[in-house]
């Protein structure tokens, strides 16, 4: 048994599994583009969200910190104030002592000169 085959016939059969081939190659590859594309608006969906999440954040953190930075401006100006206040209100220990010291020194000299009055009126 023999079998023949015409050379044409022979190209003509490889061309077309070869057409064949490239078809399913072409579509199987384009299925592939579809599906990355597919991942790639995912993750620029992801991207896109984090991005956004973080920037709120990360605006919140600012706010904070600018808020705390007022409170530490305004607990400075009070304490710079306490100091400005302090020296008028504050009495040092000393200080008194030494001001108790003047005013009975004073009442003394009062008190000896009432009783040189009721003495030079006894006297008489």
């Known amino acids: ?3 023949t085959v015409d050379f044409w016939y022979l190209v003509g059969l490889l061309l077309g599994f070869l057409g064949v081939v490239f078809t399913f190659g072409k ?13 790639f608006k995912a993750i620029d969906e992801a991207n896109k969200a984090t ?3 973080w920037d709120t954040r990360f ?11 007022d ?13 400005a206040a302090l020296p008028m ?25 009432i009783e040189n009055v009721q003495l030079k009126g006894l006297q008489q």
């Not at 579509?27 to 991942?39: C, I, P, T, V």
């Not at 100006?77 to 306490?82: A, E, Q």
Request: charged share 35%; hydrophobic share 40%.
């Open 1 to 3: 048994m023999t079998v």
């Open 27 to 39: 579509l199987l590859l384009g299925q592939f583009e579809q599906r990355l594309d597919q991942r």
């Open 51 to 53: 991005s956004t999440h």
């Open 59 to 69: 605006a919140e953190l600012l706010e904070q910190n600018r808020r705390e930075a």
């Open 71 to 83: 409170g530490w401006q305004r607990i400075e100006k009070d304490f710079l104030r306490f100091q």
């Open 89 to 113: 209100e504050y009495v040092r220990r000393d200080d008194y002592i030494r001001n108790q010291t003047v005013i009975e020194a004073k009442l003394d000299a009062v008190a000896l000169k």
